[in-house]
């Protein structure tokens, strides 16, 4: 495998809330996708919606190394929005970080 692809890092992020803020979390997770997708070494990054549970949200991101996923994390954007979003949520965000192993 291209060493450059081993470097990389995919994350599942899960996120819960209760229906009736849904629309709400959605928008503020939302608030993520853009400012993430223009940062320096993301490869990715989109937000889905549980079809059978749809108050499941998942954020799968791909960057380019560990180094760009440690500066998404500490970027002043992510925290400035979790005040909000995280009081909304029943569960997560729950972070899985993985790493490519097929080409």
């Not at 495998?1 to 819960?16: D, F, G, P, Q, W």
């Not at 320096?40 to 989109?46: A, E, I, N």
């Amino acid at each position: 495998m291209n060493n450059a692809k081993s470097n990389e890092r995919h994350i599942i992020c899960e996120l819960r809330c209760e229906s009736r803020v849904r629309d709400r979390v959605r928008d503020l997770i939302m608030q993520f996708v853009e400012p993430a997708r223009a940062e320096p070494g993301c490869l990715y990054y989109d937000l889905y919606q549980q079809v059978d549970a749809p108050d499941t949200f998942f954020i799968l991101d791909g960057w380019i190394d560990q180094a760009a996923v440690d500066s998404h994390a500490a970027h002043p954007h992510v925290a400035e929005v979790m005040k909000e979003l995280g009081p909304l949520l029943t569960f997560g965000p729950s972070i899985t970080l993985t790493t490519r192993t097929s080409d």
